[in-house]
């Protein structure tokens, strides 16, 4: 495999099983991919027609799209420092960003964050959110689900 080589992805279905398509000769195939939840990410298959690829696995429910959008994140004990982050990707259920400087931010943490789309028409968002994850100052959120589905999120996130 050659380095110009684009690795695919394809995403994980509720039924843990992911479509593989071959990029040599297009044949599709449904595989479970149970085992390889939690561990492995990128794997290496094996065609019938004998072409060997490395695909990315994607256990996400939702796509994730690569931004750069300016906003703040306040945390919900006002003892605790939020600040002003950038928001590295997005998703229909959730985000993950950069916090500026030093942070407490805590997995489980509940708080808000607020953005704006780098639409045509500079949409605010407001959404209270989980903390789900942390690594250094990249901050990884959850949109709790009391707020309902918000069309120009999804129309933003369109491939």
Known sequence: MTHEQQINTSFVKDDNEATVVCPDCDLAKNVSVEKFRNHQHKIKVKCTCGHIFEIMLEFRRHRRKETTLTGAYTPETPSMRGG?????????????????GKHDVQIGQ????NFILDDRKQTVFFKNVIIRSVRENRIGCEFIEDQAYEPALGFYLQP
Request: with cysteine.
């Open 110 to 113: 509940q708080g808000a964050i």
């Open 84 to 100: 002003a982050v950038t928001v590295v990707n997005l998703s229909l259920s959730g985000a993950c960003f950069q916090i500026r």
